[in-house]
């Protein structure tokens, strides 16, 4: 059986040494490195499993190299921060990071964040976190964020409407029929289709609420969609 390699990316040595113990008490490999150089040089040539990266190593910091790391593909990152803020996480969220745990780092949680991370990819992604234009919405955490210059503005919203509008901005442009958004985010409801018109409603009139009207469109006579932001909406 494949053991999982971890590469950990932090300046300080004791950290380090400490997160890569207490890995290997855990049964993974762990590799690390002291600067970003370093770190993307030991991402490339020893393609590990996953990444537990700090936001601040000398020479490429880590956003610059998140950024690297997503440009080779989707392996697993776990963004460590002493800056503990919603713009932070935004900010990590928004440049590809798959978790985000504010610094001190506890060992215990680490281990736990690193083992969900691992699981097979359907069990990985089924809630992800999506982003959409200025939303951030997780369904894991139960929140959504709309990125603004002067802070992050949490939308209320009630589960069922975090669940509509994270199926609908999985895939901006897709016209759902509400007996479909039904099936998909309510399977084990009696929902009725005028209850989704409901939830529809009021998320349109909080989106507004937050400066981001236009996202959620009415189809006439057919459902909703989330807007293609790739296109102009009078085009739409």
Known sequence: MHTKLILIVEDNEEVRCSLERHLSEHGFRTISASDGFKGFKRFQTEKPDLVVLDHGPPRVDGYQLL???????????????????????????????????????????????????????EDRYANRPVHFGKLTIDQDEYTAFVDDPLGAIELKLTNSELK??????????????????????????????????????????????????GYLETVRGVGYRMRNLNTNPMDA
């Not at 932070?88 to 949680?109: F, S, T």
């Not at 442009?173 to 989704?196: H, K």
């Open 67 to 121: 950024a690297k790391i997503r440009h080779f593909g989707d392996t697993p990152v776990i963004m460590a921060t002493t800056w503990n803020s919603h713009e932070d996480e935004l900010k990590c969220r928004h440049l590809g990071a798959d978790d985000y745990l504010p610094k001190p780092i506890h060992n215990a949680v680490l281990t736990e964040r690193v083992k969900s991370l691992l699981k097979p990819r």
């Open 164 to 213: 509509l509008l994270a199926h609908m901005a999985r895939c901006p442009g897709q016209v759902f029929e509400r007996a479909d958004l039904i099936y998909a985010c309510f399977p084990d409801s009696n929902m009725l289709l005028r209850t989704i018109d409901s939830h529809v409603s009021n998320l349109k009139r909080k989106l507004a609420g937050a400066g981001v009207d």
